[in-house]
């Protein structure tokens, strides 16, 4: 069964600091796919970034980065010089070909930067 | 970008009564959408997978007589809460993608309140 945890509940960071929000996943698929969104205070999650299983390259988006490790089954989120505007939750999601790509989300970390 | 539309945005209802949900791809066909529920600071909880022109396949524990969905067309699917008590009060979120390894598409969420 597939499966995302996210250990980190609620992280706390003065602006400009980086901040890394872990992921970890349980799949025994050997293809899946893995992606990151964003839920702001109004509600409506936003797509991030989508990674399949085979492409373990990491990738750089402005101030966001991912680190894909298969060996560890993390995929890890790192923002940059954080702003007072990336504070949201952030969930990491599975899909995996087995569930028939449903997409199974983990719990959730709420992201507090302050000014 | 795809656009998911979500309606209503929010719905206070007695308890007993019906309530319908619709979700709307505006520029894509959706051939899968998932209906997910949200409790306040919790994960998404995935309801349901609905195909166009065939059954949704509900997760274990989701009373399919209680939460009726009908995706007639490649654009619309329906979330109809079906004689709705207090513990249905929820934030409800639809999703659609276009294939079996795409990103989701969120709409806006819909705030159930039963009275």
């Known amino acids: 069964a597939q499966k995302v945890t996210q250990a980190q509940t609620e992280i706390s960071v003065v602006e400009k600091e980086d901040v890394t929000l872990d992921c970890v996943y349980e799949?025994?698929?050997?293809?899946?796919?893995l992606f990151w969104y964003k839920q702001p205070p109004s509600g409506e999650l936003v797509f991030l970034i989508r990674r399949n299983s085979f492409d373990e390259q990491n990738e750089i988006s402005g101030r966001y980065s991912w680190n894909f490790q298969k060996s560890t089954s993390s995929f890890n989120f790192t923002i940059t010089a954080s702003q007072v505007v990336d504070s949201a939750v952030y969930f990491c999601?599975?899909?995996?070909?087995?569930?028939?790509?449903?997409?199974?989300f983990g719990a959730g970390t709420r992201l507090f930067v302050k000014a | 970008g795809a656009v998911v539309s979500q309606h209503p945005s929010w719905v206070i209802c007695k308890s007993g009564t019906s309530v319908k949900i619709e979700c709307r791809s505006l520029?894509?066909?959706?051939?899968?959408m998932f209906w997910y529920r949200q409790f306040p600071k919790q994960s998404l909880m995935l309801m349901a997978t609905?195909?166009?022109?065939?059954?949704?396949?509900?997760e274990q524990g989701v009373e399919k007589d209680k939460f009726l969905i009908n995706h007639a067309s490649l654009t619309l699917s329906t979330l109809t809460v079906t004689s709705a008590h207090p513990e249905d009060s929820s934030f409800y979120i639809c999703?659609?993608?276009?294939?079996?390894?795409?990103?989701?598409?969120f709409g806006s969420g819909t705030q159930l309140s039963v009275l």
């Open positions: 520029d894509f066909q959706a051939t899968t």
């Open positions: 799949t025994r698929d050997t293809t899946y796919y």
């Open positions: 999703s659609a993608r276009q294939g079996f390894n795409e990103k989701l598409f």
């Open positions: 609905s195909n166009e022109g065939s059954k949704a396949t509900y």
């Open positions: 999601a599975l899909s995996e070909a087995t569930g028939g790509f449903k997409t199974i």
